[in-house]
């Protein structure tokens, strides 16, 4: 009796849970939150889609709510927009096991065969489900997008550590405790810390190389690495610590610390210098190293040692605490300090941005330049840069050393002094230097204001060559003084050229680099027994084994017809005497055939759409041009002027398609492209209007790949956005998100390299994406 009132109490709380899931599964209708009906049309679906959209979208709506009503609405679009999906959530009240759907709607259940059954067992476990994910995954989840356009970046100012897991997973509820830990620790040291769900991540796992389930990778400046050893703290921090590079950091002692110190001239950067106690380097001060490494050069010394007797007695440091000084020009006095037991990220990193420059750095490169002497944003941001233009050979001379005692004396918020070799940039020089001969071959002071990026500036030249003189400090005081009263000042005006990079590597050296790298990437392959990772490269080598075999066996069939031609030479004189005389008859037919004086160029349409591309015949390709209805006509007979040369193609269709009628469709192909457009973020507010016109898409419609051609920034367009764009902070894609701002003339330049892409699609050497399938063109 007891028994069966147990089976009654059972089947009651299986018949309560069942009723439970179906309320929970019906609160997410996604025909209610995008307010169509279950007959409505993928038209009907599309259009309400759209208006939602951009009622909701977080950067135009404020509403607190905002950005989940928009994700509400994604993943409601997501499903009905898909008619696999659709079925699916009709009959069974779901869309599929990938769909991202609140997390609370995964357990289902579906009538099979007069029964019900559970596609997941009926009592759950935490052991990676996304259900339970802990709060500290549930924070780092990271999607494609979001890793492409923020994890990659990042990833050169700081490491990133990344956990991919999976539902169902043992494994990963074991190492979990660990990995909390870990995350706690470093996250405050700057590390980054990312979770991928390989369930709803495919891509982005794929992406990432990750073949099994947990695995914990490291991103560091773009490279991927993967950890192989046991998953406790101290493997995961050494980790960490040896994805950082190995020469971030020079250990210092009395030995050492002058030449150190005297590096700033070769390295043109402030070097660092941190005591403490521990023997080794600490890891937060080589994240630190590795964030500011583009500014600073770091040094550390292990005050517990003797050869630190002599610098802690010299630069007063109190060895009782952490203490980091900053040295610039002069090696005899720090420029600056800080000193603190505990210091925390946000002082360090406000403490490095405001002693990241010399007092007079030099000019080795057009993004120094623009970084040292913005260009002016308002009344109250102006920035007056003084230049010392001194042959390089004056550098250790009177001239420099006194310009440099008066920048360390003068230095403010509205003044930059930098200095910049003559000879090591004639072009930039020129600008500034009189036609006089009196300033040939000596120092010259200018003082000069930025007024737009296309290199337009305002300067003064003082007007005697500067000899480090007591006179010329007061004349070039004087100067600064009524500046600040007068801005008429600077009278003279000039366009200047970019500088020429002074410290870039040399080709071969920088072919050296990534060689060396290759090998350590192929070695560590090789050690861990990536074998998928590595089929790639071999079959690289295979190949061009192949290929150098096979023109060594080519070469010697040629090399023995040439020796037997040249047995029989009035055979071949007479062989050639024929092949004129053919040549001369083709040439003779061909002149009479009309020539084709116009290049055909249709619209790509839902009514062309299917025989122009779905239905293309193998070995033909279709040339799409994007354009808008503004810019019509001028692209259209550019696009026909530089694609005339390749009409005589039977193979090669010639199209353009609305990029005001079939955005979507156009967006949705470029996905696949991420190497030559990347995947806009949804959250980027401009990501709605982003002016694509101009590119040149080349489909496969069998193979059901394309190639793609963007139109690279001319100097034309360069000088256009510098004239045109009084704001200099916008960026380039919004400045393409106004076509009517730079004019015809770098509309007109847009297909300028497009012939030479053109040969390259016929010579089969241009990138190739896939795709699984070819969108429907509404």
């Known amino acids: 009796m007891e028994v069966k009132k147990l089976s009654i109490s059972w089947q009651y709380l299986i018949v309560l849970i069942l009723i439970l899931q179906i309320s929970s599964a019906l609160a997410f209708d996604p025909y209610q939150i995008l307010g169509v009906t279950q007959k409505a ?36 679009y997501e499903i009905l927009s898909q008619e696999a999906k659709r079925s699916e959530y009709d009959a069974f009240g779901s869309g599929g096991e990938n769909t991202d759907f609140p997390r609370h709607h995964e357990h289902r259940f579906r009538q099979h065969a007069g029964s019900f059954y559970f596609e997941e067992s009926f009592m759950h476990f935490p052991f990676g489900s996304s259900d339970h994910q802990e709060p500290i995954d549930e924070k780092h989840l990271l999607h494609f997008s979001h890793y492409v356009n923020k994890v990659v970046p990042d990833s050169f100012k700081k490491p990133y550590l990344i956990k991919v897991i999976s539902d169902w997973c043992f494994t990963c509820a074991h ?22 769900h390989a369930g709803y991540e495919r891509r982005l796992a794929r992406h990432l190389g990750a073949q ?18 046991a998953v406790v703290p101290e493997n995961l921090r050494q980790f960490v610590e040896n994805l950082l590079p190995g020469n971030l950091v020079e250990k210092v002692t009395n030995k050492n610390y002058v030449q150190f110190l005297s590096g700033w001239q070769q390295d043109n950067k402030p070097h ?40 802690t007695r010299q630069f007063n440091v109190n060895v009782h605490a952490p203490t980091i000084l900053v040295f610039r020009e002069y090696t005899d006095k720090p420029a600056n300090a ?21 007092f007079a750095t030099r000019l080795t490169n057009q993004k120094l330049f623009q970084e040292l002497c913005p260009v002016k944003r308002s009344h109250r941001q102006r920035k007056y840069c003084v230049v010392l233009l001194t042959p390089e050979a004056a550098k250790s001379s009177q001239p420099f050393e006194a310009f440099l005692s008066f920048a360390k004396a003068n230095s403010q918020d509205m003044l930059q002094f930098m200095h910049a070799y003559s000879d090591r940039q004639p072009e930039f020089a020129n600008a500034f ?36 003189s007591e006179s010329d400090k007061f004349v070039l005081l004087s100067y600064l003084e009524q500046l600040r009263k007068d801005s008429t000042l600077l009278s003279s005006e000039a366009v200047l050229p970019d500088l020429i990079d002074e410290l870039a590597p040399m080709i071969l050296v920088r072919w050296l680099f990534t060689a060396a790298s290759c090998i350590a990437s192929c070695l560590e392959d090789l050690y861990h027994n990536n074998w998928r990772e590595m089929i790639p490269l071999l079959s690289l080598a295979f190949s061009t084994i192949f290929v150098l075999f096979g023109t060594f066996i080519i070469q010697a069939f040629c090399d023995s017809n040439y020796d037997r031609e040249s047995k029989h030479p009035d055979k071949r004189k007479a062989q050639e005497k024929a092949e004129k005389t053919v040549s001369s008859l083709t040439k003779e037919s061909t002149s009479k055939v009309p020539k084709k004086g116009f290049v055909e160029v249709t619209e790509l ?66 996905e696949f492209a991420q190497d ?26 069998h193979k059901k790949y394309f190639c793609l051609f963007k139109p690279q920034k001319t100097v034309e367009e360069e000088e256009a956005l510098g004239a045109c764009d009084p704001d200099p902070s916008l960026s380039e894609g919004e400045s393409r998100g106004k076509p009517g701002g730079l004019g015809p003339k770098p509309l007109k330049g847009k297909l300028s390299k497009l012939s030479l892409w053109m040969e390259r699609l016929l010579e089969g050497s241009l990138q190739r994406f896939y795709i699984p399938s070819w969108p429907e063109l509404d």
Not at 212 to 224: L, R
Not at 287 to 293: G, M, P
Not at 439 to 447: E, T, W, Y
Not at 450 to 466: A, E, S
């Open 605 to 670: 349409t839902d009514v062309t759409y299917t025989s122009n591309l779905v239905r293309l015949r193998p070995g033909h390709m279709n040339v799409v041009l994007i354009l808008s209805n503004s810019t019509k006509t001028s692209l259209l007979q550019k696009f026909a002027l530089e694609v005339y040369t390749f009409t005589g193609s039977s193979c090669l269709h010639f199209s353009f398609l609305s990029l005001d009628k079939h955005r979507e469709w156009l967006e949705y192909l470029l």
């Open 676 to 701: 030559a457009a990347p995947i806009p973020n949804q959250y980027d507010k401009h990501f709605l209007d982003r002016d694509y016109t101009g590119y040149v898409l080349a489909l496969n419609g």
């Open 212 to 229: 099994s389930t947990p695995s914990i990778i490291g991103v560091i400046s773009g490279k991927i690495s993967f950890f192989h050893n």
């Open 433 to 468: 230097l009189p036609d006089s001969e009196a300033f040939r071959g000596k120092s010259v002071v200018s003082i000069l204001e930025r007024r737009n990026m296309g290199g337009r500036v305002l300067f003064k030249t003082l007007q005697d060559p500067w000899t480090g």
């Open 272 to 311: 660092v210098l941190l005591f403490d106690k521990i023997p080794d380097i600490p890891l937060p001060f080589k994240l630190t190293a590795f964030a500011h490494k583009d500014w600073f050069l770091f040094g550390y010394v292990h005050v517990g040692t003797r050869g630190a007797e002599e610098m």
């Open 41 to 76: 049309s993928q038209a009907d679906i599309k259009k309400a889609y759209k208006k939602l959209v951009r009622k909701w979208h977080p950067d135009k709506n404020k509403h607190p709510q905002a950005e989940d009503r928009f994700i509400e609405i994604s993943k409601a």
């Open 175 to 196: 190492i979990e405790p660990v990995w909390k830990e870990v995350v706690e620790e470093l996250e405050v040291l700057g590390v980054g810390i990312g979770v991928v």
């Open 338 to 358: 800080i000193q603190a037991p505990h210091m925390k990220k946000e002082a360090i990193n406000n403490f490095f941005t405001q002693n990241k420059y010399l």
